[in-house]
């Protein structure tokens, strides 16, 4: 699967001939370095939640009338795209298979945020090889320890350096993909890939520098 990085944490997934979207949000498509016309080809569109930084429901819009895309998602955020007129076919639980992806999903909680809520959240496994776990470090995604390659948000207010090194031990992939980092200017992502690569490598884990929108990695 080559998996690319747009910003964040949208990831294009290309597998068979076909692609697969996750988390299109606000940061993707805020400074017009990204736009919604280079995904017409998607397939499927995948998104583990509903905080803005992961649906962006105008950039989505644009995506599906070019695309025709699925959408899959929780009943969170059914909640907000149904009324936009947007079907969402829910997935939170087991397996489905989405042209050549197989998509495993588990519900798991958000990390926490300064709200009085969290989220219904869902964490993908896709083709048992790449764990998409959204915004969460949930024990119970341990059901998927040592997978090939692990997507690990690197910077947000939920989480500090100590505990996205300390997930991904315990997660053990072989590769490290990271994400939510599409609020920092490009010095401070170099600093903290240097910080997180020095402390990974040690374990066995390589981190893939996916820093410019449409870098990507073949796993």
């Not at 080809?41 to 950039?59: E, F, Y």
């Not at 998509?103 to 798991?108: E, Q």
């Not at 969460?136 to 690990?152: N, R």
């Not at 920092?184 to 820093?211: C, I, P, S, T, W």
Request: aromatic share 8%; charged share 20%; hydrophobic share 45%.
């Amino acid at each position: 699967m080559k998996i690319t990085k747009y910003i964040h944490s949208c990831l294009l997934f290309e597998h068979g001939g076909e692609k697969l979207l996750f988390d299109p949000g606000v940061f993707t498509f805020v400074e017009d370095k990204v736009k919604p016309d280079q995904f017409a080809g998607v397939a499927t569109i995948v998104i583990t939640h509903q905080h803005p930084d992961h649906l962006n429901v105008k950039a989505l819009k644009e995506i599906l009338a070019l695309s025709k895309a699925t959408v899959i998602s929780n009943r969170g955020v059914a909640a907000i795209l149904e009324p936009e007129g947007i079907a969402v076919k829910l997935h939170e639980e087991g397996t489905m298979q989405a042209g050549p992806f197989t998509l495993k999903a588990l519900a798991c909680t958000h990390q926490p945020i300064l709200a009085p809520t969290l989220p219904v959240h869902i964490a993908y496994l896709v083709n048992d090889r790449v764990l998409n776990p959204g915004d969460s470090f949930d024990p119970a995604l341990l059901a998927w320890k040592g997978t090939e390659a692990l997507i690990l948000p690197v910077t947000a207010p939920f989480l500090t350096e100590v505990d996205a090194v300390a997930f991904a031990r315990r997660m053990e992939p072989k590769q490290v993909l990271p994400v939510h980092d599409g609020y920092v200017k490009d010095f401070f992502r170099k600093g903290r890939y240097d910080a997180y690569e020095q402390f990974l490598q040690k374990d066995g884990m390589k981190l893939h520098r996916l820093a410019d929108p449409g870098a990507s990695v073949d796993v």
